[in-house]
């Protein structure tokens, strides 16, 4: 019998079990998509390449003018020196996640998560033969511990994962943390993944900042992002990344022999998507109301302690004061709330919390409250 990758068994999917729609009279809370169909002028400018016939292969780390475009947007919006030389589109910000880990990783090597932290990081380390190691953030606000993350460094750390705005705490780094985790980084000569996926997705009074950015960091930070959560184009799998020229070297060419590039009819739209910005502020604003709803509904619930989520739409609850571990909480308020949501301790470091994504309607997420407030006050 021929043999598998010896790490598949420790890889698993993620929320997969999860995803699966509940029967409609429950509450879901558990998908992380925007609910906003994509803008119509970006279907439409797919459409029209379509008709155009643009269906053939292009250039592979994606059209100049794209890669153009997205190379201002970062310069523009959150100040990255990048240039198209050094853009990369890939199908999804999951994809560029793996390039990275692939481009700059070897076998054997560390690569450092602040955890919990979204499950995909833990599974593609391991399918490439590489170790997690999950360094727990603070557990009163979800924030670098970086006394546990100096603990946790090795000779045999090579990269660390970041993710602000993050999923699944919500928490928005400061300034200052992301001063320190280039600090940490260069100390200990790290190169830095750094997930901006939820970049325009703040709720504080601190704005998000890229490590590249800060002194010291360019050199060793890959930027990831991509359109799923901010335009509201989940299922077109369109991400970007950009890093130093040596970093992207390398990076393009698992790019370069695993997609080839992204669908040429595609990139036009993505393309038009960085021009929508009255499309990308009306959803944000959604999300912002959304987050104050959630907020107001999940106060006063006994045995539940909730950080007020910075960033991205997620809310963790600390649910350790119910005395239920958290996966006899997720299928009893499945059961007896009719509530659905994600259990921390699919993430490692996430045993006692709850996850709730608040990317559904206003209505939903006050019966989803009032269903979790009344069952937990009424136990
Ligand atoms: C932190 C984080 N990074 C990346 C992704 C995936 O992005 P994409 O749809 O571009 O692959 C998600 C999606 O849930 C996410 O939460």
Redesign the pocket.
């Known amino acids: 019998m021929p043999s598998f990758n010896k790490n598949i068994d420790q890889v698993g999917v993620g929320f997969a079990s999860f995803f699966t729609a509940p029967p409609p009279d429950v509450i879901r809370f558990t998908v ?2 925007p609910d906003f169909t994509t803008p119509k002028k970006i279907r439409n400018r797919a459409i029209r390449s379509l008709e155009n016939g643009e269906t053939f292969y292009t250039r592979q780390a994606g059209s100049e003018s794209l890669c153009e475009a997205v190379a201002n947007y970062l310069k523009n919006n959150f100040k990255i020196n990048t240039c198209m030389e050094r853009v990369l589109i890939a199908p ?4 560029t ?1 793996l390039y990275a880990l692939m481009g700059l990783g070897n076998p054997g090597d560390e690569v450092m998560l602040l955890s919990p932290s ?1 499950a ?1 990081y833990d599974a593609q380390i391991t399918l490439l033969g590489m170790t997690p190691v999950h360094v727990p953030v603070r557990r009163d606000n979800y924030h670098p511990d970086f006394k546990s993350m100096e603990e946790a460094i090795s000779e045999k750390t090579t990269m660390i994962l970041i ?1 602000s705005p ?2 699944p705490t919500g928490a928005v780094y400061t300034a200052e943390e992301l001063k320190k985790i280039v600090e940490f980084a260069e100390c200990h000569d790290l190169w830095i993944i750094s ?1 901006e ?2 970049a325009t997705m703040t709720w504080v009074d601190w704005p998000h900042i890229s490590p590249s950015t800060l002194h010291g960091g360019y050199e060793r930070t890959i930027v990831i992002g ?4 901010s335009w509201a184009m ?1 299922g077109w ?3 970007f990344m950009t890093g130093p020229k040596n970093a992207m070297d390398a990076i393009f060419k698992c790019h370069a022999n695993a997609a080839t590039h992204v669908p040429t009819f595609l990139m036009p739209a993505a393309e038009l998507a960085l021009t929508c910005k009255n499309e990308v502020d009306d959803m944000t604003r959604a999300f912002r109301q959304r987050r104050e709803v959630i907020i107001e509904g999940l106060k006063d619930i006994k045995g539940i302690k909730v950080p007020n989520p910075e960033g991205a739409f997620y809310v963790l609850m600390d649910i350790t004061g119910t005395g239920m571990d958290d996966m006899t909480f997720a299928q009893r308020a499945l059961d007896e709330a009719r509530v659905h949501l994600i259990p921390g301790s699919l993430m490692k470091k996430g045993e006692g919390l709850i996850r709730i994504s608040y990317a559904t309607d206003i209505e939903k997420i006050k019966e989803g409250c009032a269903r979790i407030k009344n069952w937990l006050n009424n136990l």
């Open positions: 992380g998509q999804g910000c999951k994809q996640i979204w995909t993710n993050n999923n997930d996926i939820y991509g359109w799923s959560k989940t799998r369109l991400g």
